[in-house]
C-alpha cells in the first residue's frame, strides 16, 4: 500500500476477448479487426509486461475479458490471472457481456465462427460473481447487493478508491445503471468525500459517444440514458470514467450544464489495433494518463512489428469488400453478411456494383473533386480515395484522426463534403441537409488529444 501523498501507478487493459476453442481455427477469421486466434499469447505478453513493471502492482481489467463466455475460456483466463496475484499484484475485474452466453443452439452466436457444439458450455451471468469473487469484489470494500456485488468499491491505496461498475444487469444489447444502482453510486461518491478520498470509476460501455459519429452507426453500445446519466454523475463528484467496448482508444470530455468537468477515458482492445493500454498515475488528486503499446505480440509476425501487424489484421475486413467490389463479387457477398446485407442482392446487382467498385479502387481525391465540381488543394489530388478511406477508420480506433481543417486532407474532404451537402439540398427541394461537413470532420480530426490527458479528480 502507498501513502496518499506518493504516486500510486495502475495499468488498465480492456477487452481481451480470450478466445479458447478445441480445435483451434487453422486461420484466423477475416471478420474481426480483433486478433481472436492469437488473443492467448498477446495476453501472455501483456501480462508478462505488467509483472515485469517495477512500482506498479494493481492492474484494471474493464470487461470482455473472454470472447464469447465459453467456460473453456473463462478457465484459461482465471489460472493467468492468479499467476498475477500470486507474484504479488492485484487484478481488479468488472465484467461485460462477452464474459457470457447464449444458451439455446437456436440462439445467435455472436463469434460468427461455426456454433458451439454444446452452446450450453456457456457461462450464465449470475455465475460471473462467483467466478470472479476473487479478482476485486472479495476484498471490496463496498458491494451492490442487488447484482450479486458484481458492481463494488475497491480500496486502491491509502486515499483512493475505485468505483468498479458493472453496467449490463438489463441485456446484452442495452446496458445501463438504473435509478437503484445510481442511487448507490451516488451514496459512495458521497462518502468518499466525506473521508477526503480520491475516486474514479471504471465499467465497460462508453459513457461519452467516442466519436459524433457512433450513436448514428450503433445506437447500443453506449451506456443506456447516457445523455442523462453521465451528467448526473459528473454533477456527483466523478470526474473520469475508465471504459472500454469500443476498441478505439479516446478520451471524451464533457462539461455539464452546472459547469462540472468529466472524462471518459476509453481504450482500445488489448487483442487489437493499435495494440496499445493505458498507465494511469495517481498524486493526490491530481490523475496523469498516458499509453504504451505492445512491443511483442508473442509469435510470429512474419517480421511486422506489433502495431504494423494488428493495422494490416485491423483492415483486412474492410479492404477485402473495397477490393472485391472491383474484382470479386462472390467474395463480397460472402463478406456482405458481416454488414446484414443478403448475398444474392450483392450477385443481383453484380454489374452496377463492380462498376462503382472499379471507380472506387483506382479513384484519388482529385478525381473525385473533378466528378462534384469541386476545387481542393493541390497536394490532396492525388491521394488514393481508398486508401485514405481505410486510413481514416483505422485512425478512429488508434485514436490518431490528424486531418485537421488546415492540412491539405482535410481541407479537401470538408470541401467535398460542402458540396455534396450542398448538392442533396438542391436535390430534396429545399429540404434542410445540414451537419454533413462538421461530422466528416470531427471524424477526421480529434482536437482533444486521445492517449495523453492530465486532470484534477
Known amino acids: ?43 501472455d505478453q501483456g501480462l508478462a509486461m505488467f509483472l515485469a513493471e517495477p512500482n506498479c502492482d494493481i492492474l484494471l481489467l474493464s470487461g470482455d475479458i473472454t470472447c464469447n463466455g465459453h467456460a473453456q475460456e473463462h478457465k484459461a483466463l ?28 437456436q440462439e445467435h452466436n455472436g463469434t460468427g465462427l461455426p456454433p458451439l457444439e454444446h452452446p450450453e458450455g456457456k457461462v450464465f451471468r449470475h455465475e460471473l460473481a462467483g467466478l470472479y469473487e476473487e479478482f476485486g469484489p472479495r476484498d471490496a470494500i463496498a458491494r451492490y447487493e442487488p447484482d450479486n456485488g458484481m458492481s463494488y468499491v475497491a480500496q486502491l491505496a491509502p486515499g483512493y478508491r475505485l468505483l468498479c461498475l458493472n453496467c449490463d444487469r438489463a441485456s446484452r444489447t442495452f446496458c445501463d445503471f438504473d435509478e437503484d444502482h445510481m442511487q448507490w453510486i451516488f451514496a459512495q461518491l458521497t462518502e468518499a468525500k ?30 443506456g440514458g447516457w445523455e442523462t446519466c453521465t451528467p448526473r454523475l459528473a454533477d456527483a463528484g466523478l470526474r473520469a470514467m475508465l471504459t472500454g467496448h469500443t476498441h478505439m482508444m479516446n478520451i471524451e470530455p464533457l462539461i455539464t450544464a452546472a459547469g462540472n468537468r468529466y472524462w471518459d477515458i476509453n481504450t482500445s482492445a488489448l487483442v487489437g489495433y493499435p495494440g496499445a493500454f493505458r498507465v494511469i498515475e495517481l498524486e493526490g488528486r491530481r490523475m496523469k494518463v498516458s499509453v504504451r503499446h505492445m512491443d511483442d505480440l508473442g509469435f510470429d509476425t512474419g517480421g ?20 472485391s ?20 442482392y450483392i450477385r443481383q446487382y453484380r454489374l452496377p456494383i463492380t462498376l462503382v467498385g472499379k471507380y472506387i479502387n483506382r479513384a484519388t481525391l482529385g478525381s473525385v473533386a473533378r466528378l462534384l465540381l469541386c476545387r481542393i488543394p493541390k497536394e490532396a489530388k492525388k491521394v488514393s480515395a481508398k486508401e485514405l478511406f481505410l486510413e481514416c477508420v483505422r485512425n478512429i480506433y488508434g485514436g490518431e484522426e490528424h486531418y485537421a481543417p488546415d492540412t491539405p486532407v482535410g481541407e479537401a474532404l470538408l470541401a467535398m463534403a460542402g458540396r455534396v451537402e450542398w448538392l442533396l439540398r438542391r436535390k430534396l427541394r429545399g429540404t434542410p441537409v445540414e451537419g454533413l461537413r462538421e461530422l466528416l470532420g470531427s471524424v477526421v480530426y480529434d482536437p482533444t488529444p486521445d492517449y495523453d490527458l492530465e486532470i484534477e479528480l
Not at 487493459?13 to 478466445?19: N, Y
Not at 467474395?331 to 446484414?340: D, K, P, V
Open 325 to 344: 467490389a472491383a474484382n470479386d463479387i462472390e467474395s463480397l457477398a460472402n463478406y456482405s453478411g458481416e454488414f446484414g446485407v443478403n448475398g444474392k
Open 78 to 105: 482465471i489460472p493467468r490471472l492468479r499467476r498475477v496475484q500470486q507474484a504479488g499484484k492485484r487484478v481488479l475485474v468488472v465484467t461485460g457481456t462477452h464474459e457470457y452466453g447464449q444458451t439455446k443452439a
Open 194 to 223: 466525506q473521508a477526503g478520498e480520491t475516486v474514479f470509476g471504471m465499467t465497460h460501455h462508453p459513457t461519452l459517444p467516442p466519436t459524433p459519429i457512433y450513436p448514428i452507426l450503433t445506437q447500443f453500445d453506449t451506456q
Open 304 to 323: 511486422l512489428g506489433a502495431k504494423e501487424y494488428l493495422a494490416r489484421h485491423f483492415d483486412y475486413l474492410l479492404r477485402g469488400v473495397v477490393e
Open 1 to 43: 500500500m502507498r501513502d496518499h501523498n506518493n504516486v500510486l501507478k495502475l495499468w488498465h487493459f480492456t477487452d481481451l476477448h480470450l478466445f479458447a476453442r478445441e480445435p483451434m481455427p487453422a486461420e484466423e477469421p477475416y471478420y474481426d479487426q480483433i486478433t481472436m486466434r492469437f488473443s492467448c499469447e498477446i495476453i
